[in-house]
T-cell receptor
Framework: GENVEQHPSTLSVQEGDSAVIKCTYS??????FPWYKQELGKRPQLIID?????GEKKDQRIAVTLNKTAKHFSLHITETQPEDSAVYFC??????????FGKGTMLLVSP | DSGVTQTPKHLITATGQRVTLRCSPR?????VYWYQQSLDQGLQFLIQ???????AKGNILERFSAQQFPDLHSELNLSSLELGDSALYFC????????????FGPGTRLTVL
């Protein structure tokens, strides 16, 4: 089955800096890659997703890039703010299977 | 608010007991997914139902079972509970296959003493 590795497990940045979280996946048939943000004690919420026919997608301060050849995708957050502090999960799916999640990255943004 | 509801919010029980967690998906969503999230762990997929039928199974223990009813709500049954079953249990729903966004409920926090 699919295996998703996520790095780093924790990431500390200063407010205004950029943050990058990377994920690799094992199943070359995977074609859907969402990113979820989970604040402490809350539900995971989708922040951005990308499909395999697209190499990059942006939404304001958030962007995701996908390299299908290397089987990795990354989340980029620019101009980080304290409210960006949360755990971020990447996931992968072939579309005929369910989502396989990475183990999460705790992002801490210091004012 | 995602539109997915879960009850109860908190559940405290003893080892060996059995509990039932309930999930109501967003209006119109046919798929329901159950996940377990333990401390310092990611989201472990347990099981998926689509329109009343089991669609996919993940790392679900034999002591656990689920079902989806004709009105599309779902229940997750956990029996012979062990201390290690203490976790947050999330339900998510989507409109179709997993290429569609999964909307998560608020979760049920289970504590086994």
């Amino acid at each position: 089955g699919e295996n998703v590795e996520q790095h780093p497990s924790t990431l500390s940045v200063q407010e205004g800096d950029s943050a990058v979280i990377k994920c690799t996946y094992s199943d070359s048939a995977s074609n859907y890659f969402p990113w979820y943000k989970q604040e402490l004690g809350k539900r995971p919420q989708l922040i951005i997703d990308i499909r395999s026919n697209v190499g990059e997608k942006k939404d304001q301060r958030i962007a995701v890039t996908l390299n299908k050849t290397a089987k990795h995708f990354s989340l980029h957050i620019t101009e980080t703010q304290p409210e960006d502090s949360a755990v971020y999960f990447c996931a992968a799916s072939t579309g005929y299977s369910t989502l396989t999640f990475g183990k999460g990255t705790m992002l801490l943004v210091s004012p | 608010d995602s539109g997915v509801t879960q009850t109860p919010k908190h559940l405290i029980t003893a080892t060996g007991q059995r509990v039932t967690l309930r999930c109501s998906p967003r209006s119109g969503d046919l798929s329901v997914y159950w996940y377990q999230q333990s401390l310092d762990q990611g989201l472990q997929f347990l099981i998926q139902y689509y329109n009343g039928e089991e669609r996919a199974k993940g790392n679900i223990l034999e002591r656990f079972s689920a079902q989806q009813f004709p009105d599309l709500h779902s229940e997750l049954n956990l029996s012979s509970l062990e201390l290690g079953d203490s976790a947050l249990y999330f339900c998510a729903s989507s409109g179709g296959d997993s290429l569609n966004e999964q909307f998560f409920g608020p979760g049920t926090r289970l504590t086994v003493l």
